[in-house]
């Protein structure tokens, strides 16, 4: 017998909620509240990217020398890029 797909549900939830699934549930739990809420993320998204290991060591090596993170790093080549392509500068 071939598996089953799992069935999925959507879940609307208020922006000011976070949603943690526990053992296949969704709990709610006030933001205030939740010991994995970030007030810095609120207004970000994430954005993965896929790099060489050398490419990573080289960011954590210049991150060391200059007393910046990954973080700076990446925000300031994202505005030297928009700079570059006649766009502005919105990376915080």
């Known amino acids: 017998m071939p598996p089953t ?3 999925y549900v959507t879940i609307q939830v208020p922006r000011d909620r976070v949603t943690e ?6 709990a709610e739990w006030p933001t205030n509240q939740n010991p994995h809420h970030r007030p810095g993320r ?8 896929f790099i060489f290991p050398a490419v990573k060591d080289q960011l954590r090596m210049l ?3 200059r007393g ?5 790093q990446v925000v300031e ?7 570059k392509h006649g766009k502005p500068e ?3």
Request: aromatic share 8%; proline share 3%.
């Open 68 to 72: 910046r993170t990954i973080q700076a």
């Open 5 to 7: 797909k799992p069935e």
């Open 42 to 49: 609120a207004a970000r998204t994430h954005l993965t990217v």
């Open 63 to 65: 991150g060391i020398e």
């Open 21 to 26: 699934f526990v053992d296949g549930i969704a």
């Open 77 to 83: 080549a994202l505005n030297d890029y928009f700079a």
């Open 90 to 92: 919105t990376a915080e």
